[in-house]
């Protein structure tokens, strides 16, 4: 047993050790913090490109794109944030509605297409992705995959349809459906898929594993998915399908990744040095070769399976609209399927 | 460690001091650890009110919502009746069987305890994948905490005196019927207090139910927080997982029975007859074999083959290093401070029964009954406006670890401070020592054993902790725990093993303490 003095000091070393631990490391001038609603694979690496580039560190808190918009605006004008990286453009709607975001500047903003940022210029899509249905292609002949979404519903489908509800893109797809044919109509959509036995997973992955392996004939998810799983067990084993709506309804829906800078950030500088590299060549490149989604700028080609995002029947709908997710979320649980 | 207590304590009784009024500087203290402590609780009422009765009433009268409580409490009362009857079986064959080898397998029963939730549904979901929903939170959750019904049965079934059950048999009884009118009964508080704490387990559990994807309370809550941009609804939900806690510890206080299980007189104090099980103690060695080979084998072979994956995948083990930094800060300072705080309450409790010394320690055993996400949710929303300094830092993680596991801390200080005699206070007092005096070279040593042996106890919890670890810590912070957690939640058990391995490690030994605690607490 160590005496009760030795043993006083012994503690207070290790409290005055935590302590130093626990303050150092805090903000400097040149330190970024990001708010993440994309996963760590898809960016860390293009934040690591930048820090490597510009010698500007970046603290990134990873999380749910509601969770971190919800976070923000709890936050308010406190926030440590100085960017708000979201996975869709809900998310950045959402932010942009309480007020939060300060403006892009324009030579940033001109550099994707105007469909592709927001109509007040506070945020930016950085990527693109489309919605699609998936489709096994043994059980279902290409000419037989609905080209209208709303057609999943048909009796011949009846518990061969698989949709993940508690995924982002999923819920901004039935927002833009609410945009684009009402509420009433997308309520309608809802009872129809829970009416006709609609496969529930936890997301996307674990549908287009379900397609490819014959579970189920039809997914409703994003095109990239179809690419990574193509990556890991190769394109020959490959029985799952992805097929584009072609009506222009929201089954197509391009949304987009984008970013914001919070109003109150006092590093605007650095954080729109962020922005300009994330449109940048390198990192347009890494999203389009490593995520397989589409670039928006610098000129940078998707890959040469994907189509060209111009030819994608894509709803007219305005992206700066999809920000009322909670209507769609209380939509979906008195429906049955949250 | 803690060490053994002390062989002829001086217990005086807490009577005694009755009256005695506590210096003002203790009850200060104690008073601001039981506000603290309070704290989470009273700002998650007020935030979950903010946007008006109306929509409180609306998130709550929903059929989503009973369905919700139906599932929990369902699933909570499913787990803790298969862990009373695998518990009780378990303690019977490893104390009253001639069960080869049985001094082993009650330490082997006791250890599915130092398996944190989120690694056992993450081995089990890799072996079976169709074991999701309610029956693989049912199977996982029984597994894990079957240990906190065995622990304390075991220890009574050692100490019951065997005169009852002798005078059972010679009146006719045979072996069965003696076991379920004697020894069931007297087993009855063991047994209760063992199945609360499976049942606020249950209730508390975020992560296997996460990963099992079975809506109770604390994942509905959790994918509320995440996935909406109101979190009015959260607050809400939390306030009533609250309530049900709240309702169920205090149902279980009152129902608590009045009969009298122990002897009228001083019988001879003799250890409990041994039943001899002849050739069928083999087949009865099945039962903790099997208990153990599904609680402890397949989560030990998983890890084993997420160690070798890992080997042979590219593993980032600097990031595993620092992780293990995160959560020896995180843990060390939660355990410092909680310990810290744990004295002027349990020496309020032991040494000044009153009303406030009643009230703090009510307080501060409230983290029992409070689950993480909850303490975690309140922190966040009360941090981001009144704490903006130290939002997101680790104070604020800090502090709910002290709401949380202050029981933990009290408890063990309390076994302390009830061990020494005021008089020796009083005595140095008398020789004219100064009450800072006093502490300082009387009261504090003597209180020192307790002391270390909570916040160690403090310590290993910590490290296991998830939700409020998520939730709260700061930007770019990583533990064992959340480092388990998002390796895991992507597929990465390679990245997951060694994080999983060290944290199992660390928790075996919170679990051997435990196992001495409730051993106590069922002989006193």
Known sequence: ?338 | MAPPPPSSPTVVPPGRVRGHRPPTGLAVAGGVVALAALLPVVYLLVRAGEDGWTKVSDTLLTEGTVRLLARSLGLAAAVTLASAVIGVALAWFTVRCDLPGRRVWRVVAALPLAVPSYVGAFAYLSVFPWLTGFRGAFVVLTLLSYPYVFLPVAASLERIDPSFEEVSRSLGNNAGATFRKVTLPQLRPAIATGGLLVFLYCLSDFGAVSILRFDSFTRVIYLSYQGSFDRTPAAILGCLLLVVTLVVVSAEARTRGRARYYASGPGANRPPRVTRLGRARWWALLVPAGVAVLALGIPAVNLVRWLVDSVQADVDMARVWRAAGGSLVASGLGALVTGAAAIPVALLAARHRSRLASVVERSAYLGHALPGIVVALALVFFSARYLTSLYQRLPVLVFAYLVLFLPLAVSAVYTSAMQASPALDEVARSLGKRPLAVLRTVTAPLLAPGVAAGTALVFLTCMKELPATLLLGPTGFETLATRVWSATSIGAYGDAAVPAALLVVAAAVPTWLLSRRLGRQAAS
Request: charged content about 20%.
């Open chain 1, 1 to 338: 047993m160590l005496s009760s003095r030795r043993r006083l000091l012994v503690v207070l070393a290790l409290a005055a050790l935590l302590t130093a631990g626990a303050c150092g490391g805090s903000s400097d001038s040149k330190t970024l913090t990001l708010y993440s609603g994309r996963a760590e694979v898809q960016i860390q690496p293009v934040i690591d490109l930048f820090t490597k580039e510009t010698g500007i560190k970046v603290k990134v808190r990873y999380g749910a794109t509601p969770e971190l918009a919800a976070q923000i605006s709890e936050e308010g004008s406190n926030s440590p944030a100085d960017l708000f990286f979201a996975q869709d453009a809900g998310g950045l709607g959402a932010v942009d509605d309480r007020g939060l975001f300060a403006a892009v500047p324009a030579d940033l903003l001109a550099e994707v297409d105007s469909k592709y940022h927001a109509d007040d210029g506070n945020w930016i899509g950085i990527t693109g992705r489309v919605r699609v249905i998936v489709a096994n292609s043994k059980n279902v002949p290409d000419a037989d995959v609905p080209t209208d979404v709303f057609k999943v519903t048909d009796a011949k489908w009846k518990g061969k349809v698989g949709i993940a509800p508690t995924n982002g893109s999923f819920e901004s797809f039935l927002t833009a459906m609410r945009v684009q044919a009402g509420d009433a109509r997308t309520k309608q959509f809802m009872h129809d898929l829970k009416a006709n036995d609609v496969k529930i997973y936890n997301d996307n992955a674990l549908i287009l594993k379900a397609v490819n392996d014959g579970e189920i004939d039809l997914g409703l998810i994003n095109h990239y998915y179809w690419y990574q799983l193509a990556n890991e067990i190769g394109e020959d084993k490959m029985v799952a399908r992805n097929h584009f709506t072609l009506n222009g309804d929201p089954g197509a829906l391009v949304n987009v990744a984008g970013v914001g800078v919070l109003k109150s950030t006092d590093h605007m500088d650095l954080a729109t040095q962020f922005v300009s590299f994330l449109l940048g060549k390198t990192a347009q490149t890494f999203f389009a070769d490593k995520n397989f989604e589409f670039p928006l700028s610098a000129g940078v080609q998707p890959l040469p399976s994907l189509p060209h995002l111009d030819q994608v029947q894509s709803p007219d709908i305005d992206l700066s609209k999809l920000s009322d997710l909670d209507t769609t979320l209380t939509m979906l649980r008195e429906a049955g399927l949250l």
